[in-house]
Structure formats: C-alpha cells, structure tokens
C-alpha cells in the first residue's frame, strides 16, 4: 500500500479526502493545526511548512503528496507569503531533496479567475488571477513546472473550484466538486503512469461549467456528479451580487480588498486592524 502524505488535512477540502480515500493508502496527515481521531491507516505529523527542518521531516519515505496546505482565499499578503509561497517553496525542495517523485496540488480556479464567465477556458490558457491568492496559485503551479523541468517530479495541478457535498450558489454551479469526483482526480494523480506536468480543473461534469476539462478526461478522468442536480433549489435562493463579482469566474475574489474577507475572520481581524492603524496615522499626518 502506498503511502500519502496530505498537508492541510484539517481543512476542509482534507477532511473529505480523508473519507473518501480511507483503506485505499496510507495516509501520512499534516497541518499546522492538531489533528484528533485518526482512522486505522492513518497517522499524524504536525508540522508548519514555512520551517524547512519541519517540510524535511515529513515528506521523508512518501510515495506521494497531496498539497492541500495552505492560505485558502483572498486575504492579506503576509499570510499568503508564509504559506502558500514560502510554505509551497518549502514542501517542494524538500520532497525533492528527499527523493518523493509524485506532486499533487492543489491549485484554484482562482489562479484564473479573471478569465469572464462567458468564456470557456481549457488547461491551456494563460493565467489570469483573481487577487494575491490566485497569484500565489501560479507560483505553486510554476515551482511544479520548474521542478517538473529541472528534476523530473512529475505534478499533478488541479485548479480546485469549489467541494462540498452541494452547491452553495449559482457561482458553484459552475465549479461545484463533489468529494467523489476529487478522491477520483487525486487517485488519477497518484497512480497515471504518465504524468510529467499536467493542469486539470477539479471540478464535477457540472453542465454550466466554465471549463473545457479535456486534460482530465484523456488521464481517464470521468465525474460522476453534475451540480446540476441543485440548480432548482440553489437559484430560489440567489440574490443578486456585485456586478464585477458576476461577469468573472472567480467571483468575489474579483472585488475583495485586504480587509474585506469575511471566510477569514482571524486574519483579516489583523488585517482589519493594521487598515485602521494605518488610517489613524495618516489622519494625524495630515
Ligand atoms: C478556493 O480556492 C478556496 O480555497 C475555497 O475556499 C473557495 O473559496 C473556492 O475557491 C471558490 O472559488 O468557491
């Protein structure tokens, strides 16, 4: 049985991946938070990613590695830059150095969240991101070209849209991944023979998608959910949004400032604070 090491597994996108993939591998669990009632294949290694001694230690004797660790929306620099630059730096070099040959990421359609939702993009267009996470998304997917490039790692990229076991807007319509179909791209990514470098979208067979997934299907690829399912009951409830948030992809990412993110109360509380730090200093200046 292989062995897997998933960082970020306290996160959400983590918790369901850990279900779906439960028997399947051994799964070596990472995050900077603890982690409580493990399942029988299951072990934990805490570790922060922004140290390299702690990347060291856990990326050593893995078969693969499922990146999931990270900042995970829109928010202020200084987190984004110890996580999802530093911290992605970090896990990189350290499975290299430690011979681990098999890289799954996960990206975000944020990292083209630009693109407008009238266009369908495929695993070809150039990146179009949304914010200083979506940027911090290119840079993940390019250490994987560059280590794909330089050192053979062979990278899996899934530009996540958005899982959970429903769609929540009309936005996720079009994005919407179902645990199923992701434990399905991740066993795609950690045993496809053939995979050098490759960008997939994680999302469902939605029928309002965004994207032309061409890319996964040829990896054999085949969603078994459509968020369309839901559209009735998740439309009855839609209210009307941001007119630039509703023409791009990446929706509110799109329109977000550094203070402004609700999904991120801790650190946007700081962020909160330093803007009215900052805007006190400059009052008295003037
Ligand atoms: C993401 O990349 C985030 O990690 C997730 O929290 C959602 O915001 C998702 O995108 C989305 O676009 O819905």
Not at 71 to 79: D, L, T
Not at 80 to 109: D, H, Q, T
Request: aromatic content about 8%; charged content about 30%.
């Amino acid at each position: 049985m292989k062995t897997i090491l998933m960082t970020g597994a306290s996160g959400g996108v983590g918790t369901y991946l850990r279900h779906e993939l439960a028997g399947k591998y051994k799964l070596r669990l990472s995050d900077r938070r603890p982690l409580k009632g493990l399942a029988k294949q299951e072990t934990f290694a805490r570790a922060d990613l922004a140290k390299m001694a702690d990347a060291m230690r856990i990326t050593k004797g893995v078969d693969a590695i499922v990146h999931l660790g990270g900042y995970a929306v829109e928010g202020p620099w200084e987190p984004i830059l110890e996580s999802n630059i530093i911290g992605c730096y970090n896990l990189f070099e350290a499975a290299r150095r430690n011979g681990v040959k098999r890289m799954l990421f996960a990206s975000s359609n944020h990292a083209a969240g630009f693109y407008p939702r009238s266009e369908t993009i495929d695993h070809r267009v150039y990146p179009r991101p949304d914010g200083r996470y979506g940027v911090s998304k290119v840079f993940g997917e390019m250490l994987g070209r560059l280590y794909s490039d330089k050192y053979g790692m062979e990278v899996l990229n899934m530009r996540i849209g958005n899982v959970g076991v429903r769609p929540i807007d009309k936005r996720r319509l079009s994005i919407w991944l179902s645990p199923r179909d992701l434990a399905q791209l991740v066993t795609i990514g950690i045993e496809h023979p053939g995979i050098r470098f490759e960008i997939v979208y994680g999302v469902s067979g939605n029928q309002r998608s965004w994207y032309d997934n061409s890319n996964a299907v040829r990896l054999g690829y085949r969603a078994l959910d459509d968020a369309e399912a839901f559209a009735t009951e998740v439309l009855a409830s839609e209210k009307p949004g941001d007119p630039v948030a509703e023409r791009y992809q990446g929706g509110a990412f799109c329109v977000i400032e550094e203070a402004e993110n609700p999904s991120a109360p801790a650190r946007v509380a700081s962020g909160k604070k330093r803007a009215k730090k900052k805007a006190k200093k400059a009052k008295r200046k003037r």
